[in-house]
Nanobody
Framework: QVRLLESGGGSVQAGGSLKLSCEASGRILTLNTMAWYRQAPGNERELVASISSDGSTTYAESVKGRFTISRVNKVLANLEMNSLKPEDTGDYIC????????????????WGRGTQVIVSS
């Protein structure tokens, strides 16, 4: 079983910064992509940023130039959020994609439980 632990959420004023971390635990052999999604009340879950094992990244248009995703190691990814806006408010949920556990041939995706980010104007 893979568990994702997110940390770093909180409340900030517009223009401020936060750093989120997501760490996967379990007998993980390989983990391809780590991604951050966010979900605001009443809205659908949307992809914020992702980073693959080869270091390639993707960002939502709304966060380009403000957010930076990085991969510390195979199981740990950070999301640095700068120049935060009230519309960045939401639950930020980590996802690990294409995870292969030791001793198994199948590949699965896993979700974390999320960490809340509140940006006040």
């Amino acid at each position: 079983q893979v568990r994702l632990l997110e940390s770093g959420g909180g409340s900030v004023q517009a223009g401020g910064s936060l750093k989120l971390s997501c760490e996967a635990s379990g007998r993980i052999l390989t983990l391809n992509t780590m991604a951050w999604y966010r979900q605001a009340p009443g809205n659908e879950r949307e992809l914020v940023a992702s980073i693959s094992s080869d270091g390639s990244t993707t960002y939502a248009e709304s966060v380009k130039g403000r957010f930076t995703i990085s991969r510390v190691n195979k199981v740990l990814a950070n999301l640095e959020m700068n120049s935060l806006k009230p519309e960045d408010t939401g639950d930020y949920i980590c996802k690990a994609l294409e995870v292969r556990m030791m001793g198994r041939s199948s590949i699965h995706d896993y979700w974390g439980r999320g960490t809340q980010v509140i940006v006040s104007s």
